[in-house]
């Protein structure tokens, strides 16, 4: 019986940790997703004849961004390992699908960089971080149920 309790409290901890290391992703992403809608924001300002203080603030707002991607894909290579810990430890095959999720870092880190004045491609960066933040939820409420 003792044994029995401790293979649950092993896993009841690795799951705590895989749904702690979930909501800072979540919440790093979230930091991304708020500098890559300003820019946005401050590039449709732009393009609309904002002058140099819109431009300056859209570029401002894209380097933050990036900074926040930085962390933010630490925060979720973390939540990928303390999944597969879940995943050992209790055999229980949490859904995570971040497969897709270096191909839209390079996408996000090439892209922007090398295309910060093209709006289209700050909408497609906000719309793989929108699709990247449904998968970081969708793993995060298995986890909860678990």
Known sequence: ?????MNDGNRQKEIDEAINAGERAMRALNDVEGSLNTARGFGVWDMLGGGFLSGML???NLRSADEK?????????????EVRDVNLCC???VPIAFDGFTKFFDYFFDGILVDVLVQKRMA????????LKTQVQNTLNYLYSL
């Open 1 to 5: 019986m003792g044994e029995n309790y």
């Open 58 to 60: 859209k570029h401002s």
């Open 69 to 81: 991607m930085a962390l933010a894909k630490r925060e979720l290579e973390n939540f990928a390992r």
């Open 91 to 93: 055999d229980c095959n």
């Open 124 to 131: 497609d960066s906000a719309e793989e971080l929108r699709k």
